[in-house]
């Protein structure tokens, strides 16, 4: 029993040592997993810059990067911040964007209308995925009043760009006689 007890405490002893070595490799480690590479940093920093001069693009991908934490700490209210300045700006991938942030209350308190206003800019201007979430925010009657010929609208548009899921909502309004001619 002696023998079993000196192998146990040498066990102990041995993960121990292992759990401290693995703490050690996590807390150098960090840095790298929560901002990324050398490369994101220097990418990050160059988006800022131009994102302070007022560019859209940069402050549409500065966003991006603050809510994925790519070369930056992961702020979602931050990334709101940059998508409304390039929203503002009529980007439509931004205005898409903000849409999802206030529709999912993703670093803004969920507000399916003030989503709705957004998906609404940026499907005016075309945006696909904006098009066919906006159609399905007609379909349910969330943050616009429901309405299926609206829906169907907004279906088509972004299925006459191939969307794909916008063309299965729409056959399906269709099979349904949903907001169609029947």
Same mark, same amino acid.
């Given at each position: ?86 929203? +503002?700006? $009529?980007?439509?991938?931004? %205005? #898409?964007? @903000?849409? =999802? *942030? &206030? /529709?999912?209350?993703? !670093? ?51 299925? +006459?760009? $191939?969307?794909?899921?916008? %063309? #299965?909502? @729409?056959? =399906? *309004? &269709? /099979?349904?006689?949903? !907001?169609?001619?029947?």
């Amino acid at each position: 029993t002696q023998t079993r007890l000196c192998n146990m405490v040498r066990l102990s002893n041995l993960c121990r040592t292992l759990a401290m070595r693995l703490l050690m490799l996590v807390v150098l480690m960090l840095p790298i997993l929560s901002f990324g590479s050398e490369e994101n940093k220097r990418f990050f920093e160059e988006q800022q810059v131009l994102a302070e001069q007022g560019e859209a693009n940069a402050q549409n991908k500065l966003a991006l990067m603050y809510s994925t934490g790519l070369g930056v700490l992961k702020d979602e209210k931050e990334a709101v911040k940059w998508y409304r300045k390039a929203a +503002d700006q $009529g980007h439509a991938d931004a %205005q #898409y964007k @903000l849409g =999802l *942030m &206030y /529709g999912n209350g993703t !670093g803004v308190p969920k507000d399916y209308k003030e989503a709705a206003k957004w998906y609404r800019l940026a499907a005016d201007q075309g945006h696909a995925k904006a098009q066919f979430i906006l159609g399905g925010m007609y379909k349910d009657g969330r943050g616009v009043p429901e309405d299926d010929k609206e829906a169907v609208k907004w279906y088509r548009l972004a299925a +006459d760009q $191939g969307f794909s899921r916008a %063309q #299965y909502k @729409l056959g =399906l *309004m &269709y /099979g349904n006689g949903t !907001g169609v001619p029947k």
